[in-house]
């Protein structure tokens, strides 16, 4: 009977070490698929960021090139211009203007952001003449267009530039009858500025570039004739002669 018992009894301890064996064959598998699984994650993951970049660039290149030839439409002026420049406005201004007896004709253009009046003025009017004209013309403009709504911009938004072109014949281009006058009034300006342009503001650094550009001085009308192919009989002639020769 003791036997029996002890046989039984060691029977039960093989039993259980088997029993135990398969439980940690069970335990160390599920750990190796376990190592398995976060390794795959951890490499899918990786790949997916290091992706995600050349996903990006390869939108934007495919964007770009459907996007090839076709405008980029867009308002740089959003938010700014306000209050807009009517075109009622621009005919009050106009009428205003023309209704000076010493102006021929006037054009005014509204580009972009800039409002540019074109006066042809009287050609009798002499330079002093012309700068009261202008500085009426501006006064034109301001009864219409208050310069502090329309043509000053604030912290926040910009606003409209003026200019103002006055010009007598341009036949006179070249001698001193010709006027061309430009009254500037930017955004950023407190007061308005009329330049004489048709005349220089250093006569002497003036006759100097003539001087570079023609080769001779500015009073020696024959031989600027002869540049600009207008010389006398006796030069035209021997330079016919060499053209035959």
Same mark, same amino acid.
């Given at each position: ?6 046989? !039984? ?26 190592? !398995? ?68 004709? !006037? ?79 930017n955004s950023s300006m ?8 048709s005349s220089p503001k ?44």
């Amino acid at each position: 009977m003791e036997q029996k018992d002890e046989k !039984v009894q060691n029977t039960k301890k093989i039993e259980k070490v088997k029993v135990a064996k398969k439980s940690d064959k069970k335990v160390t598998g599920n750990k190796g698929k376990m190592k !398995v699984n976060a390794s795959t994650i951890v490499i899918i993951v990786g790949i997916i960021v290091i992706c995600i970049p050349f996903v990006i660039l390869g939108s934007i290149l495919i964007s770009a090139s459907k996007a090839t030839g076709t405008p980029v439409l867009g308002n740089r002026y959003e938010n700014d211009l306000n209050p807009a420049i009517t075109e009622e406005q621009i005919t009050s201004i106009e009428s205003k203007i023309k209704s000076d007896n010493q102006v021929e004709s !006037v054009n005014i253009e509204l580009v972009t952001a800039t409002l540019r009046i074109y006066v042809d003025m009287q050609d009798s009017l002499n330079e002093e003449e012309a700068t009261a004209l202008a500085n009426s013309v501006y006064e034109s403009v301001a009864s219409t267009l208050d310069v502090n709504t329309y043509f000053t911009k604030t912290s926040t938004k910009k606003m409209y530039d003026l200019e103002i072109h006055l010009y007598n014949n341009i036949d006179f281009a070249g001698n001193e009858q010709y006027l061309y006058l430009i009254t500037t009034k930017n955004s950023s300006m407190s007061e308005p500025s009329v330049q004489v342009v048709s005349s220089p503001k250093d006569p002497d650094v003036a006759a100097q570039l003539r001087k570079d550009t023609y080769g001779e001085e500015e009073e020696n009308d024959s031989e600027i004739g002869v540049i600009d192919g207008v010389g006398d009989g006796e030069n035209s002639s021997e330079e016919e002669e060499q053209s035959e020769e």
